[in-house]
Nanobody, 118 residues
Framework: QVQLGESGGGLVQAGGSLRLSCVISGRTGSGYAMGWFRRRPGKNREFVASITWSGGSTTYADSVKGRFTISRDNAKNTVYLQMNSLKPEDTAVYYC???????????WGQGTQVTVTS
């Protein structure tokens, strides 16, 4: 069974930092890319960032560009989201997802809560 597990969420003050981790396990191949999504209170799920396994190409939502950095460790099948200069509007449940070679988000983690206070 393929499993994705997020960790690293917590409660921080505005301007602080957190690093989220996501490990994918249970299959020989890890797919095409890994991504982070978030669901803010009262809003739909939104894309945050992604990174390809092979070339490390990254994509960021405008709302986090310059503050968040996505990275990956291929040997560990792990993707990270370094979040700096956090704002209260970053408060959300953050989800890790796997993008398959067929370009579908086929596996999702359970999410980790990030809360940023003023």
């Amino acid at each position: 069974q393929v499993q994705l597990g997020e960790s690293g969420g917590g409660l921080v003050q505005a301007g602080g930092s957190l690093r989220l981790s996501c490990v994918i396990s249970g299959r020989t191949g890890s797919g095409y890319a890994m991504g982070w999504f978030r669901r803010r209170p009262g809003k739909n799920r939104e894309f945050v960032a992604s990174i390809t396994w092979s070339g490390g190409s990254t994509t960021y939502a405008d709302s986090v560009k310059g503050r968040f950095t996505i990275s990956r460790d291929n040997a560990k099948n792990t993707v990270y989201l370094q979040m700096n200069s956090l704002k209260p509007e970053d408060t959300a449940v953050y989800y890790c997802a796997s993008l398959s070679t067929a370009r579908t988000w086929d596996y999702w983690g359970q999410g980790t809560q990030v809360t940023v206070t003023s």
